[in-house]
């Protein structure tokens, strides 16, 4: 049994599509590191000031942004939706 890593993003007519996603033994702040440092590389991302993530209080997710994304906004889901 795994775990499932995604990331996922909404276009202009509010529709969700699969942008990554991996299978991982165990939800750890390395393995979300290691998931989201592809998905870093592969978009080229350089500068991280226009990225927002929204998560769900994953282990290890917040630690693994904001080492590899530091000028991006992070906020979890309960927040996010209820400002």
Not at 15 to 34: F, G, H, K, L, N
């Amino acid at each position: 049994m795994g775990q499932l890593l995604s990331v996922v993003d909404i276009d202009g007519n509010n529709e969700m599509y699969p942008i990554d996603w991996a299978i991982v033994e165990q939800e750890t702040r390395y393995s979300w590191t290691w998931f989201l440092t592809f998905l870093k590389d592969d978009l080229e991302i350089e500068h991280s000031a226009h990225y927002v993530f929204i998560s769900d209080k994953q282990k290890g997710l917040g630690q693994a942004i904001v080492e590899l994304f530091p000028h991006s906004k992070h906020q979890t889901l309960c927040k996010a939706f209820t400002q």
